[in-house]
T-cell receptor
Framework: KNEVEQSPQNLTAQEGEFITINCSYSVGISALHWLQQHPGGGIVSLFM???GKKKHGRLIATINIQEKHSSLHITASHPRDSAVYIC??????????????FGKGTHLIIQP | EAGVTQSPTHLIKTRGQHATLRCSPI?????VYWYQQALGLGLQFLLW???????NRGNFPPRFSGRQFPNYSSELNVNALELEDSALYLC?????????????????FGAGTRLSVL
């Protein structure tokens, strides 16, 4: 079982729809990232969360540490939002830091 | 301010050869991470360097190695290339690790080097 599970794996929606991508993890973490990867590979870090909620433009990310769950929401979706969205966690290793552990990503397509 | 830069953008090698990938972190960042994104496998942690030292490595064979230079730039070296090493290799940097200020732990990613092994 993967330590980080994302759902859905694939999502196709119409322009303007409200989008929710979910991430569940099974390990203790110090922080969680939401990343965006466009075709061609470049990755952009959208958010890093350790508690609560963050908002940037049309993007909102929430995390519930007790439930080990995070969501990424996109309001008023647009075709340029089409990308792979990846949830990644910093496992809490106590004495140091590991690299991120990644979910398999959610492939989002927004149709005009 | 320049972001994380990686070179080359694309690299084509044949089996058994050696590959060197380079990463320049954001100015002021001391931690550099390397990740592999192979087709169908998702992103996997490879190596973490901080202050010139290898701090941690993922589940990869010793053929994968690297180093971090005094200016905090980093190299990833892959020896005896195998076909399954074909992947996108991503570098990320962060300001600090383990800081109370979580914002300092945000990792910023480069655009990646696409390695093709023929």
């Amino acid at each position: 079982k993967n330590e980080v599970e994302q759902s859905p794996q694939n999502l196709t929606a119409q322009e303007g729809e409200f989008i929710t991508i979910n991430c569940s993890y099974s390990v203790g973490i110090s922080a969680l990232h939401w990343l965006q990867q466009h075709p061609g590979g470049g990755i952009v870090s959208l958010f890093m969360l350790s508690s609560g909620k963050k908002k940037h433009g049309r993007l909102i990310a929430t995390i519930n540490i007790q439930e080990k769950h995070s969501s990424l929401h996109i309001t008023a979706s647009h075709p340029r939002d089409s990308a792979v969205y990846i949830c990644a966690v910093h496992p809490y290793s106590g004495g140091g830091a590991d690299g991120l552990t990644f979910g398999k990503g959610t492939h989002l397509i927004i149709q005009p | 301010e320049a972001g994380v830069t990686q070179s080359p953008t694309h690299l084509i090698k044949t089996r058994g050869q050696h590959a060197t990938l380079r990463c320049s972190p954001i100015s002021g960042h001391t931690s550099v991470y390397w990740y592999q994104q192979a087709l169908g496998l998702g992103l996997q942690f490879l190596l973490w360097y901080d202050e010139g030292e290898e701090r941690n490595r993922g589940n990869f064979p010793p053929r994968f190695s690297g180093r971090q230079f005094p200016n905090y730039s980093s190299e990833l070296n892959v020896n005896a290339l195998e076909l399954e090493d074909s992947a996108l290799y991503l570098c990320a940097s962060s300001l600090a690790v383990g800081e109370v200020d979580a914002a300092k732990n945000i990792q910023y990613f480069g655009a990646g080097t696409r390695l093709s092994v023929l």
